[in-house]
């Protein structure tokens, strides 16, 4: 089991920045594959970020704009986000698979955290 708790969502003008965090207990982190997801009102959860070992892979959507990092002596998972976007605006998902590799495919991924919600004003 893995759990997993998000935090430094909230609200930004667009042009901002944020970053979020995610805690990770209950296995050895750096075995584990992290992930980022986001769902705004009305659509599905969709890919934003991923990490796993050295590798990293992003939606073409946040590319260059966010970007994932970790630190396996934290057991924490970063996203830092810039030059934010109204359409940024969603809650963001912490995820984590035990499988290493990097994966968009939100079924591949099998523990998540509650959400923290990330509001860009225009």
């Known amino acids: 089991q893995v759990q997993l708790v998000e935090s430094g969502g909230g609200l930004v003008q667009a042009g901002g920045s944020l970053r979020l965090s995610c805690a990770a207990s209950g296995r050895t982190f750096s075995t584990i594959a992290m992930g980022w997801f986001r769902q705004a009102p009305g659509k599905e959860r969709e890919f934003v970020a991923t990490?796993?070992?050295?590798?990293?892979y992003y939606a073409d959507s946040v590319k260059g704009r966010f970007t994932i990092s970790r630190d396996n002596a934290k057991n924490t998972v970063y996203l830092q986000m810039n030059s934010l976007k109204p359409e940024d605006t969603a809650v963001y998902y912490c995820?984590?698979?035990?499988?290493?590799?990097?994966?968009?495919?939100?079924?591949?991924?099998?523990?998540w955290g509650q959400g923290t919600q990330v509001t860009v004003s225009s």
């Open positions: 990490r796993s070992g050295g590798s990293s």
């Open positions: 995820a984590a698979r035990l499988t290493p590799g990097v994966s968009g495919r939100k079924g591949d991924y099998a523990y």
